[in-house]
């Protein structure tokens, strides 16, 4: 009877076990110096203690790591560049606009350009580079290339 009153008492104990801190004050050392002639009584709680401890902690750490890569993504988002390496190649074409369209949606895609200053930026790298001839091409394909990949989305 004493026996089945120290367990639910040591049960109600358990259940009180918070986060980090253990209400039942038991060691979570893993020394084996630290073993006293109760550790073998209170074993299973005092391993089950630590478990808590050490899965507490892990998950703290994990945490806390994901809230520094999430800072880092949004620094970067905000205040940093995107540079794009374009290489410019001389192609004669029989359809200068189709070309157009699938190297400017190949960049978009490859390069996750998303920000306006970006795509303003990877418009300007195709104005600078081609002659004034393809100046209006260029335009109009860029419009329709933003329109498509842009636009829709934000429609569904």
Known sequence: ??????YKKQKLQLRGCRALCCSCRLSVSSSEGAESSNSDRFAP?????????QERLGQMIRERQDQARRE????ARVGGTKFIVMMAMEK????????FKESMVEMIMANQIEEPKDLRGLLNCYVSMNSDEYRGIILEVFHEVC???FLCCKCH
Do not use: C, F, T
Request: aromatic share 4%; net charge neutral.
């Open 45 to 53: 709680i005092s391993s089950l203690a630590h478990a808590m401890v």
């Open 72 to 75: 880092e993504r949004k620094k």
């Open 147 to 149: 329109s498509n990949m």
């Open 92 to 99: 004669s074409s029989y359809d200068p606009r189709e070309d």
């Open 1 to 6: 009877m004493q026996g089945s009153k120290e």
